[in-house]
């Protein structure tokens, strides 16, 4: 579109012209105004000839190219985001909830063990209130009602505060901690054995559920970091990297949360993977950007 803007109808006209088959021009409408031109773009850019090259990108579409098949990858990838964020969030309570519970029984004469040096990095306690315990943290109503009640306190203690961090700074916390005996002790929680696949798989989660939680494209993620080899399950080297990896601990971990949540995490996916199973065109790039060529066997 370049640097001025077109409105729908000039849109419609672009894409037409670049080769794309758009038969209800009304509903094409419809989704333009409700998704967006910039945003969809992100889910025709694998129907354009010179995919990948984002380098020298002609923006013609390949031949047969039907604006109902972005709309279907469009759909597809809006549903999986709600569908993870679902059972991301199982995961990130069981987790808070457990680091909560095994820490403050291990320090119980430290109700803010999480500011507290001998059992945290000195790193970790300088940024905290910088950081975590800010004024804005503070205005949150049960840490401030714990406050007015509790006048000589200087934190909330752990089952309050932790209720209320990111699940970023959850993490960070668990990575602060100075008795790696207790972080084993978490990760084994989770059946896994090394603390390093466990922060791997942590860090896996992290990623797709801030995708999720703010729309951002996910069905052909890039994972930032590697996936380290653990017990969920056999990584494709190809693959490990794709939603196909994050999908596997996303999988694993629920499993560990609800067996009857990991049921249902299975049927959900297995029906979402397979609504476009007639269109092989959008079926084919499923396959392709997510690493997932059969997701009932994938998560056999």
């Not at 808070?96 to 320090?107: A, G, M, P």
């Not at 800010?134 to 309050?160: C, E, G, L, M, V």
């Not at 916390?173 to 466990?198: G, N, W």
Request: hydrophobic letters at 40%; a positive charge; aromatic letters at 14%.
């Amino acid at each position: 579109m370049g640097k001025t803007a077109i409105d729908v109808w000039e849109q419609i006209k672009l894409l037409e012209s670049r080769g794309m088959v758009i038969k209800d021009k009304e509903k094409a409408q419809e989704v333009l105004l409700d998704a967006g031109y910039y945003r969809l773009g992100f889910y025709w850019f694998p129907f354009e000839t010179t995919y990948p090259n984002k380098i020298n990108r002609t923006h013609q579409f390949r031949e047969g190219t039907n604006f109902d098949y972005i709309v279907k990858l469009y759909y597809f990838d809006f549903n999986l985001r709600s569908i993870l964020m679902k059972y991301l969030n199982r995961i990130e309570i069981h987790f808070r909830t457990f680091l909560i519970y095994k820490v403050s029984n291990y320090y119980r004469t430290s109700p803010t063990w999480f500011a507290d040096s001998t059992v945290v990095t000195a790193a970790y306690v300088r940024k905290f209130d910088q950081e975590v315990y800010t004024n804005r943290f503070k205005s949150i109503s049960i840490i401030q009602q714990h406050h007015k009640t509790h006048i000589n306190d200087k934190y909330a203690p752990a089952w309050k505060t932790l209720e209320y961090m990111t699940l970023g700074g959850i993490i960070h916390l668990f990575k602060a901690l100075k008795d790696k005996m207790i972080c084993r002790a978490i990760s084994e929680h989770f059946k896994v054995r090394q603390l390093p696949v466990f922060e791997s798989y942590l860090k896996t989660i992290l990623t797709i559920r801030n995708y999720c939680a703010h729309g951002n494209v996910l069905y052909d993620i890039a994972l930032p970091t590697s996936i380290r080899r653990g017990p969920a399950g056999q990584m494709e080297s190809a693959n490990y990297h794709k939603l196909y990896g994050a999908i596997k601990v996303i999988y694993y971990m629920t499993g560990i949360v609800s067996v009857n949540r990991q049921a249902d995490l299975k049927e959900e996916l297995i029906k979402l993977f397979n609504k476009n199973e007639k269109y092989n065109e959008v079926q084919n790039i499923i396959a392709e950007a997510t690493g997932i060529k059969n997701i009932r066997e994938m998560l056999a």
